[in-house]
């Protein structure tokens, strides 16, 4: 079995900071990419960034500048830092990761459960 965990949201006012981390665990043989999705009420889920297993990174547009994302490959972890946050950056935001488990034959996508991040006016 393998599972993403998060954790690190919360609510926080404009401006300011929060940094998630999502840490994979399980019976796991590898990790592709890794990468944060947000999904605000009423919305379709959207790609927040990626990042591969040698460290090149994507960002969407409404983030860029604002957000890093990073990983340790040896703790099976992704973290998302977000600075300058914005009211409109509040979302679900939610781990993925392409990852190869004992037993199959190919990588799959995992999501993990979502952690809250509100930011406030």
């Known amino acids: 079995q393998v599972q993403l965990v998060e954790s690190g949201g919360g609510l926080v006012q404009a401006g300011g900071s929060l940094r998630l981390s999502c840490a994979a665990s399980g019976s796991i043989i590898s990790i592709n990419a890794m990468g944060w999705y947000r999904q605000a009420p009423g919305k379709q889920r959207e790609l927040v960034a990626t990042i591969t297993s040698g460290g090149s990174t994507n960002y969407a547009d409404s983030v860029k500048g604002r957000f890093t994302i990073s990983r340790d490959n040896a703790k099976n972890t992704v973290y998302l830092q977000m600075n300058s946050l914005k009211p409109e950056d509040t979302a679900e935001y939610f781990c993925?990761?392409?990852?190869?488990?004992?037993?199959?034959?190919?990588?799959?996508?995992?999501w993990g459960q979502g952690t809250q991040v509100t930011v406030s006016s």
């Open positions: 993925n990761a392409e990852m190869l488990r004992t037993c199959a034959y190919r990588t799959l996508p995992y």
